[in-house]
């Protein structure tokens, strides 16, 4: 039952957007140092917290969590579209592990997931399937959300029944920090983009373009401090990695989702972070082995990545 930890935001604009070439040359390392950390690791099983962005989940059935026993990435934004290799039994004991702790998920065998899953699949590893992947959404994009509360204690359930496990499990986080994409809301779409919010049909070509350049075009005027969307903020990115980094993840329980929307609405994705660190910490004391973050307005993020292990146990004297 060893563990490691890599949480990450992830951003569809990473391949599309260039930051000035020192940062760019930042977050290629300090996302080379992650793969190292998982490459070193060597996990027989990933279980990844992540989110959707009306790419595989929609309101004809919203669930606040879903644990996929069989799921496949969709390849939005250029990202791998394909089958990730799942333990069904795995994913069928999370799920009976949550629900046993009063956190009510929802179990999918055709679950379809987006860039926020294959993004850091495929950073971590070059492929989705390289790895089994039991993979856990959690709902941040489509509101009404519950308290972020019910992450720390999915986290905690989904951590107390890995524990139990023979392999070496990767925990995933994929999200945050604070940015305000221009994603849809379905109090606000336009009739056709709404009615697609509901039914997931596939966007049109020209919807797809729109959506491409609509967030290019968003991600430089923020970069050009023009955009009238909610700017990114450092400083409580960077509070929020000091609480993961110091274990008081009850602290956030404390956050209201009003307080979390004031950072923009991706910040909800911080729920991901949540769920991983606290299955971790479910498992035993942690330390954080790496941590980089800078808020980068090309990519519309407040960009971080981090990776733990579980507290090394002085043997005193
Ligand atoms: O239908 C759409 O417009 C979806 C757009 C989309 O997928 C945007 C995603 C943005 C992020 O993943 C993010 O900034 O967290
Ligand atoms: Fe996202």
Known sequence: MPFALCCMSHSPLLDLNQPSPDLQAEVTDALKRARTFVDEFAPELVVTFTPDHYNGFFYRLMPPFCIGAAARTVGDYGTAAGPLDVPRDIAAGCAEAALAAEVDVSVSYDMELDHATAQPLQILFGTLDACPVVPIFINAAAPPLGPVTRARRLGEAVGRFLAGRPERILLIGSGGLSHDPPVPALGTAPAPLAERLVSGRELTADEERRKVTGAIAEAAALAARSSSRIDLCPDWDRAFLGIVGSGGLDTIDGWSN????????????????????????????????????????????????????????????
């Open 258 to 317: 009003e307080d979390i929307a004031r950072h923009g609405s991706g910040a909800q994705e911080i729920r991901t972070w949540v769920a991983a660190y606290s299955a971790l910490a479910a498992t035993g004391p942690y330390e954080i082995t790496d941590r980089y973050y800078h808020p980068i307005p090309e990519y519309i993020a407040g960009f971080a990545v981090t990776t733990a292990l579980p507290a090394t146990r002085s043997t005193g004297s």
